[in-house]
């Protein structure tokens, strides 16, 4: 008997927002792959991504409706909704509702980061949810496709859970392919890559990106030996840092530029420079295959010397997000536990941009235990950094992480709220701050540090600076604040049409929108 097993993106976005861009189902596609490279018998996969057109294009009802008639035209045994962020959470119900509608004989499985951390309260909660798989996939959905009997299959792996093990206070474990190398290259024609612009169109690009650019994303290791507070990597993919060897890596980006076209890639890995000696070697070969590196994360900032600054530059590279997380060193060592070497940052920023590569950062804060003093620290530090741009994001209490337990055993949280909200508002309250003045304070500290404040201007880059407002203004048209320094850019730049255009623009808006006058009377704007 054919098995037939189709797995779901559900939209990234939450229920009410807009669409955004997205990329490929990676975590997807390292299953399907796997597993029809290893399969015994005759198993068939659909993947359906929601994030991309039609389905990113129908309305709330039209998706429910068109969903059900895709569920109805296909023979599905087996529907799995991969669910990666926690504000994905309200369309399990409501998709598992739909598949059951439609054939109650369908199973219907949850996987994913979101589902791993809560998969008591999904199974709990939803009806129509029949088991989760904890953690990675390609071992334990290859186990169940290849069982006689899922039912069987689901009470007896270590990775599954269903309903009746919830109640029997089975502790799902993980099952984790130790050798990376065993994964086969990722099967990219198993989707229409034409549907996924390149993500990066959303990140600012302070340099001229090619019109013919075609990312795709590579991992190249799992697990994190670190134990930042806010941090579940450890919790989904162990402590224990799995690394594909370089030789693997090096042949995967060669196909990938072979049969797909690729001219640039993203290392999408949580610590790419754990082993040094293999990446800088796997550095080295994609300067040689002319394919230009771009990257997001995974350079933890302790581990970049002088010869990745220079692999990197080979690469391609031409901006890196830095992991700062604070800039007070009793937030960042004593609450936050990260390894990094703050007085670091700064010099490497220098020879960063002396590369040619830009540098942005990420500053969380509303961590319990954090007073005022440490957030005016991390002002102060990003101030003195010469990153180009930073990216402010309140604390998260997330499932698995330590901050999630701290938060939970001082009632520093609404567990009912958690499922839901952005990085750019708290749900934080402590004895000393509400979650209503970490939002607000978030937003001010954005607002001071890339506008009031912003490195380039100080530099005199003010062209670069340029770039960066303008990139927000295709995000938010009506910025005050990038309006505002976009007119003293081109101020300096002695082009007076251009000033006055933009600052005529400012003060259009702040006549019509409040908030933006109040924060511009805040930072003395007008």
């Given at each position: 008997?054919?098995?037939?097993?189709?797995?779901?993106?559900?939209?990234?976005?939450?229920?009410?927002?807009?669409?955004?861009?997205?990329?490929?189902?990676?975590?997807?596609?390292?299953?399907?792959?796997?597993?029809?490279?290893?399969?015994?018998?005759?198993?068939?996969?659909?993947?359906?991504?929601?994030?991309?057109?039609?389905?990113?294009?129908?309305?709330?009802?039209?998706?429910?409706?068109?969903?059900?008639?895709?569920?109805?035209?296909?023979?599905?045994?087996?529907?799995?909704?991969?669910?990666?962020?926690?504000?994905?959470?309200?369309?399990?119900?409501?998709?598992?509702?739909?598949?059951?509608?439609?054939?109650?004989?369908?199973?219907?499985?949850?996987?994913?980061?979101?589902?791993?951390?809560?998969?008591?309260?999904?199974?709990?909660?939803?009806?129509?949810?029949?088991?989760?798989?904890?953690?990675?996939?390609?071992?334990?959905?290859?186990?169940?496709?290849?069982?006689?009997?899922?039912?069987?299959?689901?009470?007896?792996?270590?990775?599954?859970?269903?309903?009746?093990?919830?109640?029997?206070?089975?502790?799902?474990?993980?099952?984790?392919?130790?050798?990376?190398?065993?994964?086969?290259?990722?099967?990219?024609?198993?989707?229409?890559?034409?549907?996924?612009?390149?993500?990066?169109?959303?990140?600012?690009?302070?340099?001229?990106?090619n019109k013919d650019e075609f990312c795709l994303p590579i991992t190249t290791t799992r697990g994190c030996p670190y134990s930042c507070v806010f941090c579940t990597a450890g919790t989904l993919s162990g402590k224990?840092?799995?690394?594909?060897?370089?030789?693997?890596?090096?042949?995967?980006?060669?196909?990938?530029?072979?049969?797909?076209?690729?001219?640039?890639?993203?290392?999408?890995?949580?610590?790419?420079?754990?082993?040094?000696?293999?990446?800088?070697?796997?550095?080295?070969?994609?300067?040689?295959?002319?394919?230009?590196?771009?990257?997001?994360?995974?350079?933890?900032?302790?581990?970049?010397?002088?010869?990745?600054?220079?692999?990197?530059?080979?690469?391609?590279?031409?901006?890196?997000?830095?992991?700062?997380?604070?800039?007070?060193?009793?937030?960042?060592?004593?609450?936050?536990?990260?390894?990094?070497?703050?007085?670091?940052?700064?010099?490497?920023?220098?020879?960063?941009?002396?590369?040619?590569?830009?540098?942005?950062?990420?500053?969380?804060?509303?961590?319990?235990?954090?007073?005022?003093?440490?957030?005016?620290?991390?002002?102060?530090?990003?101030?003195?950094?010469?990153?180009?741009?930073?990216?402010?994001?309140?604390?998260?209490?997330?499932?698995?992480?330590?901050?999630?337990?701290?938060?939970?055993?001082?009632?520093?949280?609404?567990?009912?709220?958690?499922?839901?909200?952005?990085?750019?508002?708290?749900?934080?309250?402590?004895?000393?701050?509400?979650?209503?003045?970490?939002?607000?304070?978030?937003?001010?500290?954005?607002?001071?540090?890339?506008?009031?404040?912003?490195?380039?201007?100080?530099?005199?880059?003010?062209?670069?600076?340029?770039?960066?407002?303008?990139?927000?203004?295709?995000?938010?048209?009506?910025?005050?604040?990038?309006?505002?320094?976009?007119?003293?850019?081109?101020?300096?730049?002695?082009?007076?049409?251009?000033?006055?255009?933009?600052?005529?623009?400012?003060?259009?808006?702040?006549?019509?929108?409040?908030?933006?006058?109040?924060?511009?009377?805040?930072?003395?704007?007008?």
């Amino acid at each position: 008997m054919t098995k037939n097993m189709l797995f779901v993106k559900p939209p990234i976005w939450e229920l009410g927002e807009e669409p955004c861009l997205t990329t490929v189902p990676y975590g997807i596609l390292s299953i399907v792959t796997y597993i029809n490279k290893f399969k015994s018998m005759d198993i068939q996969f659909d993947i359906l991504d929601m994030n991309t057109a039609p389905w990113s294009d129908y309305s709330f009802d039209d998706l429910c409706i068109e969903f059900t008639k895709y569920i109805d035209k296909n023979d599905f045994n087996i529907i799995g909704l991969s669910i990666m962020y926690n504000h994905m959470y309200p369309y399990i119900e409501i998709l598992s509702d739909l598949i059951k509608d439609v054939n109650n004989n369908i199973v219907t499985l949850v996987g994913g980061a979101c589902a791993t951390v809560y998969y008591e309260k999904m199974l709990v909660e939803i009806p129509t949810v029949d088991v989760v798989c904890y953690a990675e996939g390609e071992l334990p959905i290859f186990d169940l496709l290849h069982s006689k009997n899922v039912n069987e299959c689901f009470l007896s792996h270590p990775s599954f859970i269903t309903k009746e093990s919830v109640i029997n206070k089975k502790i799902p474990l993980p099952n984790y392919i130790e050798d990376l190398d065993l994964i086969p290259p990722i099967n990219f024609s198993l989707i229409d890559l034409s549907k996924y612009l390149n993500k990066f169109l959303s990140v600012i690009r302070p340099v001229e990106s090619n019109k013919d650019e075609f990312c795709l994303p590579i991992t190249t290791t799992r697990g994190c030996p670190y134990s930042c507070v806010f941090c579940t990597a450890g919790t989904l993919s162990g402590k224990k840092v799995r690394k594909a060897s370089a030789e693997k890596v090096i042949n995967d980006i060669i196909e990938m530029r072979d049969k797909y076209g690729v001219n640039t890639i993203t290392i999408e890995d949580d610590q790419f420079l754990y082993d040094k000696k293999r990446a800088k070697k796997i550095l080295s070969k994609i300067a040689e295959l002319k394919i230009i590196l771009f990257s997001n994360s995974g350079f933890t900032v302790s581990l970049i010397d002088d010869e990745i600054v220079e692999l990197m530059k080979n690469s391609g590279l031409r901006m890196i997000n830095l992991p700062i997380e604070s800039g007070s060193p009793h937030v960042a060592y004593k609450i936050i536990h990260k390894p990094i070497r703050l007085e670091k940052v700064a010099p490497l920023v220098i020879k960063l941009r002396k590369a040619g590569i830009y540098c942005s950062g990420t500053i969380i804060i509303g961590l319990p235990g954090e007073k005022p003093e440490h957030r005016q620290e991390s002002i102060d530090f990003v101030k003195k950094s010469g990153i180009d741009w930073c990216y402010i994001f309140c604390a998260k209490a997330l499932k698995g992480s330590k901050l999630y337990d701290d938060c939970i055993k001082n009632k520093y949280i609404d567990q009912d709220k958690l499922i839901n909200g952005s990085y750019y508002s708290s749900q934080i309250n402590t004895p000393d701050f509400t979650s209503e003045e970490i939002t607000e304070k978030s937003y001010l500290m954005n607002l001071e540090l890339n506008f009031v404040e912003n490195n380039n201007i100080k530099r005199g880059e003010y062209k670069l600076a340029i770039i960066y407002f303008e990139h927000v203004l295709e995000k938010c048209s009506n910025h005050a604040f990038a309006m505002f320094y976009i007119a003293k850019c081109y101020g300096f730049l002695k082009d007076t049409n251009k000033f006055e255009s933009y600052m005529d623009k400012f003060y259009s808006i702040i006549l019509k929108d409040l908030t933006w006058k109040k924060y511009s009377n805040y930072f003395g704007l007008v």
